[in-house]
């Protein structure tokens, strides 16, 4: 595709469900990252994907969240047992190479709400 | 650990003003810098990517400039316009680690 895309951009879900998002990077890019951002505050890093290369996983918050990449394209981020402080815009990005190299391009973002 | 800093946190100005928004990081050894600009309730569009081997970065009426060895970049902005009131980011990146933002300047230019 022509940018980077996440569904869903609005996720509404009940403490204590799980949740499920996904990221589309941009068609060749190898590298391929986690970040979301609560109300107010930064971006904060949760996963970084670089080819073959095992993910670096130091950002995740709990063992509740994982990040899978299949094939080296599509990503999706779980969230188990949600809490309302898992509530925030959950944003993917992609560059062709990995850091250092590259320019990083972001989705639009998947906004989780936890009621 | 990398530490980014933006100031100022807010900015509010006048139509056509010039501007500059500052970003400083604690580790100079990067292997690059990224400014971003985000809209309320948006993802991120990057503005411009400067190499550590380089000195500064144009695209139209901004300007990015990269001191690495003081942990400093600037993004100047020429003739502010209303469009480009938004969220302003720099993020750092170092080799084989993640991209670290800083907490952004809010700017809104005034009509």
């Known amino acids: 595709g022509a940018g980077v895309s996440q569904s869903p951009s609005n996720k509404v879900t009940e403490k204590g469900k799980d949740v499920e998002l996904r990221c589309d990077p941009i068609s060749g890019h190898t590298a391929l990252y986690w970040y979301r951002q609560s109300l107010g505050q930064g971006l904060e890093f949760l996963i970084y994907?670089?080819?073959?290369?095992?993910?670096?996983k130091s950002g995740l918050p709990s063992d509740r969240f994982s990040a899978e990449r299949t094939g080296g394209s599509v990503s999706t981020l779980t969230i188990q047992r949600t809490q309302q402080e898992d509530s925030a815009v959950y944003l993917c990005?992609?560059?062709?190479?990995?850091?250092?190299?590259?320019?990083?391009?972001f989705g639009q973002g998947t906004r989780l709400t936890v009621v | 650990k990398q530490e980014v800093t933006q100031i100022p946190a807010a900015l509010s100005v006048p139509e056509g003003e010039n501007l500059v928004l500052n970003c400083s990081f604690t580790d100079s050894a990067i292997y690059n810098l990224q400014w971003f600009r985000q809209d309320p309730g948006k993802g991120l569009t990057s503005l411009l990517l400067?190499?550590?081997?380089?000195r500064e970065q144009t695209s139209g009426r901004l300007n990015a400039s990269l001191d690495k060895s003081s942990g400093r970049s600037t993004l100047y902005i020429a003739a502010s316009q209303p469009g480009d009131s938004a969220t302003y980011l720099c993020?750092?990146?170092?080799?084989?680690?993640?991209?670290?933002f800083g907490p952004g300047t809010r700017l809104s230019v005034l009509p």
């Open positions: 990005a992609s560059s062709l190479q990995g850091i250092g190299n590259t320019e990083a391009f």
């Open positions: 993020a750092v990146g170092n080799y084989g680690q993640n991209f670290v």
């Open positions: 400067i190499q550590s081997s380089q």
């Open positions: 994907f670089q080819g073959n290369s095992a993910p670096d």
